[in-house]
């Protein structure tokens, strides 16, 4: 069986991309690692990957002006709702693809046929390796939307891969926040790692995703990183984040030279920094079983 486990955290920057780089490294070879931030994804900058194939992502459509067919009756600017309809200076109307919905009005009632309607290319997903293994990761473009269906097919690779490969792990980046990339990517996975930090906003934000797990009925864990810039908070949030029924599974402690692995394009555990340690026994806490027979 395969198991998916997948770290979260409430908000950005509380060090979820960096715990999951030393997760991958941890599972020496035996994990698949996918990165499921789409709108912002970073994990390569760690892992460095190397691309095997390439598959554009296309979701919804959107209204392209046959400038060689529009009379310019301007109906389509007057039924547009969302002002994507532009008047240019010959008389003619052109689409601005950042401001069109996608909604088809403009295609429907236009007399002249003149305005083509085909899928949008909103980015593009990737199958790699890693010296970790393979990966799986995309890249959401420039006001592009629909970053739920891109974690979907993000996740469905990587299953599909570890199934090939025999690989019993999957360990996937999730995005920050409550939203609905966040729910396509932890929605029937095995486990999922909340990463926070002692702070109101991080304590704020954790009480969201715990609640949001708890409607999906995962199975939570949480780990409180930087604990030691204020040791009070993070007694407060681990008290709290065990009476939502989730499982504190470990302390990170603040630790610079994090930022240093990360310009050399290392995971933590690949360093000598003391937060190494501190990731370490996250992992082990977790209990996830890597097919040596034993957990690490």
Same mark, same amino acid.
């Given at each position: 069986m395969i198991q998916e486990l997948v770290i979260i955290s409430g908000k950005g920057g509380t060090g979820k991309t960096s715990v999951a780089a030393s997760f991958a490294v941890l599972a020496a070879g035996r994990a698949v690692v996918a990165d499921c931030d789409v709108d912002a994804a970073d994990l390569h900058l760690v892992l460095v990957p190397r691309i095997i194939e390439s598959t554009d992502f296309k979701s919804g459509h959107e209204a392209v002006m046959l400038r060689e !067919?529009?009379?310019?009756?301007?109906?389509?600017?007057e039924l547009c709702r969302f002002e994507a309809v532009k008047l240019l200076t010959d008389n003619r109307y052109r689409v601005d693809p950042?401001?069109?919905?996608?909604?088809?009005?403009?295609? !429907?009632?236009?007399?002249? +046929?003149?305005?083509?309607?085909?899928? !949008? &290319?909103?980015?593009?997903?990737?199958?790699?390796?890693?010296?970790c293994g393979p990966m799986v990761h995309a890249c959401l473009g420039v006001a592009a939307e629909n970053s739920g269906k891109l974690v979907s097919i993000v996740r469905r690779e990587a299953r599909r891969i570890a199934g090939e490969k025999g690989l019993p792990l999957i360990v996937t980046d999730g995005p920050p926040g409550i939203g609905c990339p966040v729910i396509a990517s932890m929605t029937g996975s095995s486990q999922v &790692?909340?990463?926070t930090e002692p702070t109101v906003s991080g304590e704020? +934000? &954790?009480? !969201?995703? &715990?609640?949001?797990?708890?409607?999906? +009925?995962?199975?939570t864990s949480v780990c409180v990183n930087k604990w030691d810039i204020n040791p009070e908070m993070t007694e407060r949030i681990e008290r709290k984040a065990e009476a939502s029924g989730a499982r504190v599974v470990g302390r990170i402690r603040y630790d610079r030279m994090v930022t240093a692995a990360q310009i050399q394009a290392k995971a933590v555990v690949e360093t000598d920094a003391p937060s190494a340690a501190d990731i370490r026994s996250v992992w082990a806490n977790l209990k996830l079983e890597t097919g040596k027979g034993e957990h690490t």
């Open positions: !067919r529009c009379t310019g009756c301007g109906l389509c600017a950042v401001a069109c919905e996608g909604c088809g009005v403009c295609v !429907r009632f236009c007399p002249a +046929d003149a305005i083509a309607f085909p899928e !949008r &290319l909103c980015g593009e997903w990737m199958v790699s390796e890693t010296r &790692l909340v990463v704020h +934000d &954790l009480e !969201r995703v &715990l609640k949001l797990a708890r409607h999906f +009925d995962v199975p």
